[in-house]
């Protein structure tokens, strides 16, 4: 078992819609997460980050965290085409360790 | 503005040609990263260094080396470059520990051939 998993998509949908993205763990350990958003040809940039569980929001955007669950969301309301790119979660565990990474979710919002 | 500074960003060489791939901080990080991703793979980690002097490696070291001479540099090495270096490598730094966000920059297209 992979130590983060997401989902593959591609996800494709209309403006205003709500979007919800989600990573699965399997190292109980992890408690720094966050969504990265990634537009064509840049690097990621870091969207949301919240330590340990709970809901944190930010404008449109929604990060949740269930770590009996394993499990983090990134909730968008009122999806842009602005939003259309690809979403990473990322998670860590103590000072000395490293990012890891899900493979990215690529998200289209039509107009 | 804060930022991370990669250069090149498209290179298309031939394998075994050596080739470096600079990176460059302003926010006086002590912690930097180089990643490479891939389709399917997602972003892997390369090496890594805590601080000046001070770098290890990453989840897929093979075929590369690192320097951390100066806080704001951290330059990629490929000494011989194999087709299977093909990537999309990104450079990125954090003003924490390890563990806490980083800022990328906007990657580096490798092409070998």
């Known amino acids: 078992q992979k130590e983060v998993e997401q989902d593959p998509g591609p996800l494709s949908v209309p403006e205003g819609a709500i979007v919800s993205l989600n990573c699965t763990y399997s190292n109980s350990a992890f408690q720094y997460f966050m969504w990265y958003r990634q537009y064509s040809r840049k690097g990621p940039e870091l969207l949301m980050y919240?330590?340990?569980?709970g809901n944190k929001e930010d404008g449109r955007f929604t990060a949740q965290v269930d770590k009996s669950s394993k499990y983090i969301s990134l909730f968008i309301r009122d999806s842009q085409p602005s939003d259309s790119a690809t979403y990473l979660c990322?998670?860590?565990?103590?000072?000395?360790?490293?990012?890891?990474f899900g493979k990215g979710i690529t998200l289209s919002v039509r107009p | 503005e804060a930022q991370v500074t990669q250069n090149p960003r498209y290179l298309i060489t031939v394998t075994g040609k050596k080739l470096t791939v600079t990176c460059s901080q302003n926010?006086?990080?002590?912690?930097m990263s180089w990643y490479r991703q891939d389709p399917g793979l997602g972003l892997r980690q390369i090496y890594y260094?805590?601080?000046?002097?001070?770098?290890d490696k990453g989840d897929v070291p093979e075929g590369y080396k690192v320097s951390r001479k100066e806080k704001r540099n951290f330059p990629l090495i490929l000494e011989s470059p194999s087709p299977n270096q093909t990537s999309l490598y990104f450079c990125?730094?954090?003003?924490?520990?390890?563990?806490?966000?980083?800022?990328f920059g906007d990657g580096t297209r490798l092409s070998i051939l």
């Open positions: 926010m006086n990080h002590e912690y």
């Open positions: 990125a730094s954090s003003g924490g520990p390890s563990n806490q966000p980083q800022h």
């Open positions: 990322a998670m860590s565990w103590g000072a000395n360790s490293k990012l890891t």
């Open positions: 919240t330590y340990s569980s």
């Open positions: 260094s805590m601080n000046v002097e001070v770098t």
